[in-house]
């Protein structure tokens, strides 16, 4: 197994430790700091997100190899860009007004980042005005919006009617997510894709950005 | 045979005359009676008249006395967020930023926050209904407990930690002991534990973790003389089998578990499996004939003993009424149900249905459509009403019912666009779909077409 293999293994296994002393010592070695990211880091966070759609892992398997990357990543940050290396893209995640549920958007946040994005996390409870201003203010293309109960899905309209109000709803590509919420009742809400589970969600901002 | 009879026999593996059915009408039954969630949940008499209501409409075999989680929570110091149409959500935790564990002298007193008024909803219930049906007190199980003490670090700490873990769920699971005391002495017949995040952790976890905790909660439960059962919710296929290991009486899952597949497995265990009728694409989102198409599938496709027909979970407070009264019937009446459903997607287009002249009628027409008022009981107090109108206003009004279980008047319904059974149409108008209307306002719409 080389040295990024190894890593990988370390972030999906929830190895923090050997997670720091690989990347450190990768990166001592002179492999390039890209390559550490792409071939360690993010290839296992992808691979325990596969896992944890296949059912295999669970939330706190998840997490733990999530902390692992943002540790090999703390490392890699100064490199990366004395490197000029820039995310693939960024995207604005929240939790609906009214809503305080946040460990599903905190997977998804995971699983995009991992997936190379820079998000911007506004966190649970917020008002479709703040979805608007993060996005303005971060030159983000994505919205990713996270609701958890019945009672709350309905504010994922009130989300697209802020960015049409804007007069920039075109601009983005709105998409949403939780438990009660279905592919249809984001397109009546007049979102753009719904997306069942983080690594889907990962993959589905991956694809618009690749389009 | 009473429901509260079928709720105890299928927990015994004593055969039942009829499938159980169990409601989980938890701040919807406040929508029955115009209270919003905080209402029911913060007002003893408004949710007793509430459940009453849906007592009287769903005719239930068992029901939840409150479908709170949070009860707990707020006693041991969590801030809550309150809303008009969900429970309150859990917005600060007490241990998220200390690994300390609270003092047993916190545990739940019976005087503690909402408990006295929970327990005396319980004591009214257990006396008016409470013979005849089984309730249902619902305890926080220990593992949400432990997460709303300390916040999401618990998926953490369980790898990180777990020395921690295995102290905060000792502390939780004599907080549900308090629980079971308080409710079982108050009337309750089934203690339901209701953890909703054992689908988010690993079978192993859940074994090194959690089951000395629900095995203790479910043995003291026994040990009290009531039944226990374990709802979950999420995809909770891979831990269904550590979780009857843990020897519930029962286990309640939702639309995320196939079960017909988990109840193959429950059988082996002799755990009776309760669900799983989705909350919000059917009972939230679909219509009445949706839901009573889903509930005689299923009844059509799995074995009837261990099991009880339930919601997935707390059902979402603006569920349509009639959309619960469907799922009752076809519970309830499953051959009837299934003909209407039949003849309802083929819907014979050799019946010639004749409407009247609406524009030209002679006196008020007031034609009440029903799934069946002899065996549906929102049905039937609907028909009721409309007979006692006519009691009142004689040969001025004319009357009629239509009940579903006739091909004709499936028909009929088709051709007027009725969608919601039962329904009041005057006059061939719409004029209340499910809902009784008051005396007052039935009255004063019959003198406005007189």
Avoid at chain 1, 3 to 12: K, M, P, W
Avoid at chain 1, 90 to 108: A, F, Q, Y
Avoid at chain 2, 27 to 50: F, P
Avoid at chain 2, 155 to 162: Q, R
Wanted: net charge negative.
């Amino acid at each position: 197994m080389n040295i990024l293999e190894q890593i990988s293994s370390a972030v999906e296994k929830g190895k923090i430790q050997d997670v720091e002393t690989l990347t450190q010592q990768a990166l001592d070695e002179g492999t390039d700091p890209k390559t550490i990211l792409d071939k360690g880091l993010l290839e296992g966070i992808l691979a325990i997100g596969e896992k944890w759609k296949r059912n295999e892992v669970f939330i706190p398997e998840v997490l733990i190899a999530a902390k692992g990357m943002s540790t090999g990543a703390k490392i890699l940050e100064d490199k990366l860009l004395e490197a000029g290396v820039e995310p693939k893209g960024t995207v604005v995640i929240g939790t609906v007004k009214g809503d305080l549920h946040d460990i599903g958007k905190n997977l998804v946040t995971m699983m995009v980042k991992g997936a190379g994005f820079n998000v911007i996390d506004i966190g649970v409870d917020k008002p479709a005005s703040e979805f608007v201003k993060a996005a303005k203010e971060n030159n983000a293309k994505v919205i990713l919006v996270s609701a958890l109960l019945t009672t709350t899905m309905p504010y994922i309209k009130n989300i697209v009617e802020e960015f049409e109000k804007e007069g920039i709803r075109d601009a983005y590509t709105i998409m949403a997510g939780g438990a009660p919420v279905t592919a249809e009742y984001v397109a009546e809400c007049g979102g753009d894709f719904y997306t069942k589970d983080a690594v889907e969600a990962a993959d589905k901002v991956k694809a618009i950005y690749n389009s | 045979m009473t429901g509260r009879e079928r709720i105890i026999n299928i927990h015994n593996n004593i055969k039942t005359d009829k499938i159980p059915w169990v409601p989980f009408a938890g701040v919807h039954a406040g929508k029955l009676i115009g209270y919003n969630a905080t209402e029911v949940l913060q007002d003893a008499d408004k949710l007793y008249e509430a459940l009453m209501e849906a007592h009287k409409l769903y005719q239930p075999d068992g029901l939840p006395a409150i479908f709170d989680l949070q009860v707990e929570a707020e006693i041991l110091g969590c801030e809550l967020a309150w809303a008009d149409q969900s429970p309150p959500s859990v917005k600060t935790h007490p241990l998220a930023d200390t690994n300390e564990i609270l003092c047993d002298c916190k545990l739940p007193k019976a005087t503690d926050g909402r408990i006295p008024l929970i327990t005396n909803v319980m004591k009214r219930l257990k006396e008016s209904i409470g013979y005849e049906t089984a309730l249902y007190g619902l305890i926080c199980g220990p593992f949400t407990l432990a997460s709303h003490l300390r916040g999401n670090n618990i998926f953490m700490d369980m790898i990180m930690d777990e020395e921690y873990v295995k102290s905060l769920m000792e502390f939780c699971t004599k907080v549900s002991l308090k629980m079971v005391d308080y409710y079982v002495d108050a009337g309750m017949d089934v203690i339901a534990v209701v953890d909703p995040l054992v689908s988010q952790i690993s079978p192993e976890h859940y074994k090194t973790l959690c089951d000395e905790a629900f095995s203790t909660v479910f043995e003291y439960t026994r040990s009290k003389g009531a039944l226990s059962s374990f709802f979950v919710c999420g995809n909770a296929t891979r831990q269904l089998e550590v979780m009857c290991e843990s020897k519930p009486d029962g286990i309640s899952i939702d639309e995320n578990v196939d079960i017909v597949a988990a109840k193959e497995l429950t059988d082996k265990h002799n755990v009776v499996i309760g669900g799983n009728i989705p909350l919000t694409t059917l009972m939230l989102h679909g219509t009445q004939q949706d839901n009573m198409k889903y509930v005689v599938d299923l009844i059509d496709n799995i074995s009837h003993n261990n099991l009880i027909i339930a919601p997935g979970c707390d059902m979402p407070y603006n569920v349509p009424f009639e959309n619960t009264v469907g799922v009752q019937q076809a519970i309830r009446e499953t051959d009837a149900v299934r003909a209407m459903v039949a003849n309802y997607e083929k819907v014979d287009e050799d019946i010639e249905v004749d409407l009247p002249d609406y524009e030209n009628l002679e006196k008020p027409f007031i034609e009440t459509f029903t799934l069946d008022s002899e065996s549906c009981a929102a049905c039937t107090y609907m028909w009721d009403a409309v007979k006692k109108a006519k009691e009142e206003y004689g040969d001025k009004i004319d009357i009629i019912e239509y009940k579903y279980t006739e091909k004709e008047n499936i028909a009929r319904c088709v051709k007027m666009g009725v969608k919601n059974l039962p329904s009041i149409y005057v006059n061939g108008k719409l004029k209340w779909a499910s809902i009784i209307p008051s005396k007052d306002e039935f009255y004063s719409t019959i003198d406005n077409h007189l």
